[in-house]
Structures are given as structure tokens and as C-alpha cells.
């Protein structure tokens, strides 16, 4: 599948907040709205930039960059 997330999980705790994970490692907290948000935009959106924007690897530009390419832009 186009857009998995490569290196990313998520789990969801017990009290409504999304962990997010990176290889293993905890990335990221979402809490409340941010948590509700996140579970919806996962499955309708690209997961790998989602998560990417999320932990703030989305900073490096290789999701932003990658989605203009030719190749990836949707007709």
C-alpha cells in the first residue's frame, strides 16, 4: 500500500490518548480532540505524513517533497 507508515504505530491507551510510536520508541501524545482527530484523519488520509506531521519529522521535508514528485500526485 502507497503511504504506509514506514516505521510508525500507534496504539490507543486506555484513558482515549493515542501514543504514537517510531520504531518502537514513543513519539508523540495525543490527547482529547487531537487524539478523536488523529484516529479519523488515519485511516482517510496518507498515514506516513500524517504521523510524520504529528512527531515532527514532517520538519525534514521528504513527505512534503516526495508528495509534489510526479509520480505521487494524484490525477
Known amino acids: 500500500m502507497a503511504g504506509?507508515?514506514?516505521?510508525?504505530?500507534?496504539?490507543?491507551r486506555k484513558n482515549g490518548d493515542v501514543e504514537v510510536l517510531h520504531h518502537g520508541r514513543p513519539a508523540a501524545?495525543?490527547?482529547?480532540?487531537?487524539?478523536?482527530?488523529f484516529l479519523i484523519d488515519v485511516e482517510?488520509?496518507?498515514?506516513?505524513?500524517?504521523?510524520?506531521?504529528?512527531t515532527g519529522n514532517y520538519k525534514h521535508g521528504n513527505e512534503r517533497t516526495a508528495k509534489n514528485h510526479p509520480r505521487n500526485r494524484r490525477r
Open 44 to 54: 482517510s488520509d496518507d498515514p506516513q505524513e500524517l504521523m510524520a506531521r504529528v
Open 29 to 37: 501524545v495525543l490527547r482529547g480532540g487531537a487524539a478523536a482527530r
Open 4 to 12: 504506509a507508515p514506514e516505521g510508525f504505530t500507534y496504539r490507543v
